[in-house]
RNA sequence: GCGCCCAUAGCACAACUGGAUAGUGCACCGCCCUUCUAAGGCGGGGGUUUCAGGUUCGAAUCCUGAUGGGCGCACCA
């Protein structure tokens, strides 16, 4: 309809080049919106206003210029010039209604679009790493990655999602040692717990299931344990750092573990306590209604020498250089703030160095688009990464880093802080047990990713109606009853399956004429409006866009539901409105996909 | 100190990317259940869009500066 809109302004443009009132090489920008005050319209365009320049006469005048031209419609009932110069199209209420067969006919796919046809998205998110459970405010990045993802996809893009697995590097060396030393606790040794070490529940879980699977085979002296290690640090009763390390001193004990156990033993307690965080992320995940293609591992670019290969390209650039000891890439010559470290005087490369080779791999694959959602601390490093992408000959366009800020969860009206090392946190499966998967989604993703965002715990909880999300959930909820008393009622219309959504009236066959109330006019024009608001949502990857227009729709349908009666005797106006009840559901449907959350057939 | 992000009603947030009288929910006030679920609807009050300049037909939106908040500035990940 909007197109239908913006096509006939193209003529009129055309017209007005043949009559040289505007160059013949002129390639306006038209922009067709939606009104918003009813009073305007349907649609509304600036067009003349933009033109004025151009055409060297007063807006209103170059309006009337356009009107002039504008090719006969059956469709576009009356236009008019509003305002400072806007052009409002008034849309014929008949093919208002075409929407609703629309609807129907499409389903599930009704608001597609071919947008990012041919082009292939990777969209890599989460990625915490795989040291505890996953926290809430992991959660965010989840809910906007699966449903940013849901997005592209509808809009036509080939998409895949991905979470980088960190499963290499010192974070993971701390993990599995502080695993190590709760095993050797476990199995009655006495010694005091590095206070830099993780102290999370779950490593007592795995520490158990070390000593069930390989009894003692582990267990050394606390004397070679804690031999040549640095001393811990010591805090005074103010938390001030009174003496000690806790840094070299977690160090010295990783470089026992690795002596005293050999390469393949500590592999296996390295492994065992990875793969069960892991297995618990995954499932942690898949209960959040989010799904990955790949998880990708980051011991698989060091073993496959991707990193080798990134780190010659870069060589080959001529951006790789020697500085006391350690390889540096040159970022700064694509405008990074200082040059970066990529190995490590003691010939450890660093965790950059295995995200360029990790870009570069994304490249290789293939991708048209690389999307990287981020948390907001995060926003640092896209310069280095964007010049590393850069020097290797790749477009940095090609990488969009999308930056998610922290959520601030709040209970009883006060901030819950939190903190990862000590194992204080709310973990996302609380949250998905406290407050259920689908207001969980729903809070996340109503907000502006770059939005700070406050979690109040006790409204995303309660079943009331502060809570959007049921908001929208009892509209889909109220059509799914209507069809359930019509059937009692034995109206003759044949909704068996309520996952196909009309069967039993064919597309485009059910006569609309007896919609005429206000709010059955409205709630067509917010059909209309579903494929527009999904491809701009799209492209602008804002999933909130795809929330606040369902609260449109379902507000929509409860005004109309407070309005008339659905199961009425009159068989034109009841199928009618059945028609366009179900439409509403369908747009509920496709919508609530979008964003992760489910549409209830009863509440 | 330098850099990035943010600032909209009492609260939490929108505003089609520069358009018409800045909207929605909560909270507050008044109505509507003998009607398909009142987890709903209808109506009302509430704003110098943090402040000060600038750009133009037109600014919450763009530019400059100030103020307040978040984050970042490792041979950590």
Redesign the pocket.
């Known amino acids: 309809m909007k197109q239908l809109v913006a096509d006939s302004l193209v003529k009129a443009i055309n017209q007005l080049k043949l009559e040289a009132v505007l160059a013949a090489d002129f390639e306006p920008n038209i922009?067709v919106?939606?009104?918003?005050?009813k009073?305007?319209?349907d649609f509304?365009?600036?067009l003349a206003?933009?033109l004025?320049?151009l055409v060297g006469k007063p807006?209103r005048d170059v309006a009337q210029l356009i009107i002039d031209r504008l090719p006969e419609s059956d469709v576009i009932t009356k236009v008019a010039i509003?305002?400072?110069?806007?052009?409002?199209f008034f849309i014929d209420e008949a093919a208002k209604y075409q929407v609703v067969h629309e609807v129907a006919k499409q389903g599930n796919q009704f608001g597609e679009s071919t947008l990012g046809a041919g082009q292939s998205v990777l969209v890599e998110f989460v990625s915490a790493?795989p040291?505890g459970p996953l926290h809430v405010g992991h959660g965010r990045g989840a809910a906007y990655g699966a449903s940013l993802s849901n997005l592209l996809k509808v809009a036509g893009y080939t998409v895949s999602n991905e979470y980088y697995v960190?499963d290499?590097?010192?974070?993971?060396d701390i993990l599995a040692t502080s695993t190590w030393l709760r095993y050797l606790s476990e199995s009655g040794q006495s010694f005091p717990f590095p206070s830099n070490g993780y102290k999370g529940d779950y490593i007592f879980d795995v520490a158990k299931g070390l000593i069930q699977q390989h009894g003692d085979k582990f267990v050394f002296e606390i004397a070679e344990v804690f031999a040549n290690v640095a001393a811990d640090e010591v805090k005074d009763d103010q938390g001030e750092v009174i003496s000690g390390d806790k840094?070299k001193h977690i160090d010295g004990l990783i470089v026992n573990a690795k002596q005293l156990l050999g390469e393949a033993n500590y592999r296996v307690i390295f492994d065992e306590v990875l793969n069960l965080i892991l297995s618990d992320i995954k499932e942690d995940l898949s209960g959040f209604n989010v799904e990955f293609d790949t998880w990708f591992s980051?011991r698989s670019l060091m073993d496959s020498g991707v990193i080798d290969a990134a780190l010659e390209k870069l060589q080959a650039a001529g951006k790789i250089y020697e500085?006391?000891?350690?390889l540096w890439f040159k970022s700064t010559d694509y405008g990074d703030?200082?040059d970066?470290?990529v190995?490590?005087?003691?010939g450890?490369?660093?965790?950059?160095a295995?995200d360029i080779a990790y870009h570069l791999n994304k490249l290789e694959r293939g991708f048209d688009t690389l999307i990287d959602v981020w948390?907001?601390?995060?926003?640092?490093?896209?310069p280095r990464v964007e010049a590393a992408m850069t020097a290797m000959g790749a477009d940095p366009k090609a990488l969009e880093v999308l930056?998610v800020?922290?959520a601030i969860l709040y209970r009883s009206g006060k901030k819950l802080s939190m903190s990862t090392r000590s194992g204080q946190f709310v973990t996302l499966r609380e949250l998905r047990e406290e407050v259920g998967v689908d207001a969980a989604r729903f809070f996340y993703v109503?907000?502006?990713?770059?939005?700070?965002?406050?979690f109040?715990l006790d409204?995303a909880k309660s079943?009331?109606?502060?809570?959007?999300v049921?908001?929208i959930?009892?509209?889909h909820?109220?059509i799914?009853?209507?069809f359930?008393?019509?059937k009692q009622k034995g109206f003759a219309v044949d909704f068996e399956s309520q996952k196909s959504t009309l069967k039993g009236i064919k597309p485009g066959v059910v006569p609309l004429s007896s919609l005429t109330l206000e709010?059955e006019s409205l709630l067509a024009t917010l059909l209309g409006?579903y494929p527009?608001v999904v491809s701009?949502a799209a492209?602008?990857?804002?999933p909130?866009?795809i929330a606040?227009y369902l609260?449109?729709l379902?507000?929509g349908l409860?005004?109309?539901?407070?309005?008339?009666?659905?199961?009425?005797e009159d068989e034109a106006v009841r199928s009618a409105r059945f028609a366009l009840i179900a439409a509403v559901r369908q747009v509920l449907r496709n919508g609530l996909a979008i964003i992760g959350v489910s549409a209830?057939?009863?509440?």
Not at 33 to 37: C, I, L, P, R, V
Not at 82 to 88: K, Q, R, S, T, V
Not at 323 to 326: F, I, L, Q, R, V
Not at 600 to 603: A, G, K, L, R
Request: hydrophobic content about 25%; overall charge neutral.
């Open positions: 922009v919106e939606n009104a918003k005050d009073a305007h319209g509304a365009t600036n206003m933009m004025t320049k807006p509003a305002g400072p110069g806007f052009i409002n790493n040291t960190n290499a590097g010192r974070q993971m840094e980051e500085k006391s000891g350690a703030e200082k970066r470290v190995v490590r005087d003691n450890l490369k660093t965790y950059f295995s948390g907001s601390d995060h926003h640092g490093y896209i930056l800020q922290f109503q907000r502006k990713s770059e939005q700070h965002m406050d109040d409204l079943r009331s109606n502060e809570n959007p049921y908001y959930q009892y509209a909820a109220r799914c009853r209507v359930e008393q019509a709010q409006k527009d701009r492209q602008a990857h804002e909130h866009q606040y609260k449109d379902a507000h409860h005004s109309y539901y407070n309005a008339c009666q659905f199961v009425v209830p057939e009863s509440m």
